[in-house]
């Protein structure tokens, strides 16, 4: 989850976030590059004034200057276009996971499994145990297995909402008469916090989203203890 003072990203915890941290660390050199070299350029035009006659009528420095931005441009774009690709892709899923975003809360449904849903809220300060996180914690996590290649479809029940985990780089809109979904494939078990990125009401800061990543095993004795319930 994130803390105070944490200027980049979440550690990841899917590969597709990886592919995200990778590719934001790519542009990010080439827009440090860009940066610096334009501003050698301008302090040399500065403060050395002799150097504008290449300037005037360089069909040199032209062909440089309208060669080196396509080819920029290339190296971001190719990234970006097959990372666009793998996001979109769809493949196989072993669990379907429907949330329904209401104002102000998320409801869970597991497709797989017969009669297995729940809300989940957000936990009141003081009803939290000690380690609780304020304003994250919820009262019923979705648990989802671990190595599991799992969609999500994603909805809303009256305005809109978005279901966003940033560990995972998932970011669906919750849509009234709309279902959108994604997948996901969690590498490392543990707890992932969200929360709702679409100003959706008054509450909208109260929505917040946890998800438990456990075990296969683990997940099939929640899911029978749930069904029972």
């Known amino acids: 989850?994130?803390?105070?003072?944490?200027?980049?990203?979440?550690?990841?915890?899917?590969?597709?976030?990886?592919?995200?941290?990778?590719?934001?660390?790519?542009?990010?050199?080439?827009?440090?590059?860009?940066?610096?070299?334009?501003?050698?350029?301008?302090?040399?035009?500065?403060?050395n004034t002799s150097i504008n006659r290449y300037l005037l009528e360089g069909q040199a420095i032209e062909i440089i200057w309208t060669v080196l931005p396509a080819v920029t441009l290339i190296f971001?774009?190719?990234?970006?276009?097959?990372?666009?690709?793998?996001?979109?892709?769809?493949?196989?899923?072993?669990?379907?996971?429907?949330?329904?975003?209401?104002?102000?809360?998320?409801?869970?449904e597991y497709s797989d499994f017969n009669q297995v849903e729940f809300d989940s809220y957000m936990t009141p300060y003081n009803e939290m145990n000690p380690d609780g996180f304020r304003l994250l914690d919820v009262d019923n996590r979705a648990v989802v297995p671990l190595t599991t290649q799992i969609r999500i479809l994603v909805t809303a029940a009256d305005v809109l909402h978005s279901w966003t985990v940033p560990a995972l780089g998932i970011k669906v809109d919750g849509t009234p008469g709309r279902l959108n979904q994604t997948s996901f494939f969690l590498n490392r078990p543990g707890l992932y916090y969200g929360q709702c990125s679409e100003i959706c009401g008054a509450n909208h800061s109260f929505m917040p989203i946890v998800l438990e990543c456990v075990p296969a095993k683990t997940f099939l004795n929640w899911i029978s203890s749930v069904s029972q319930v």
Do not use: C
């Open 1 to 47: 989850m994130a803390t105070w003072a944490n200027l980049s990203f979440q550690d990841s915890a899917s590969p597709l976030m990886e592919q995200l941290t990778f590719f934001h660390d790519h542009a990010l050199l080439i827009l440090i590059m860009i940066t610096t070299l334009v501003s050698y350029l301008m302090a040399t035009l500065f403060f």
């Open 76 to 108: 971001i774009a190719l990234p970006s276009l097959r990372l666009l690709y793998l996001l979109d892709e769809i493949s196989n899923p072993s669990v379907t996971l429907k949330t329904i975003g209401h104002q102000w809360y998320w409801s869970y």
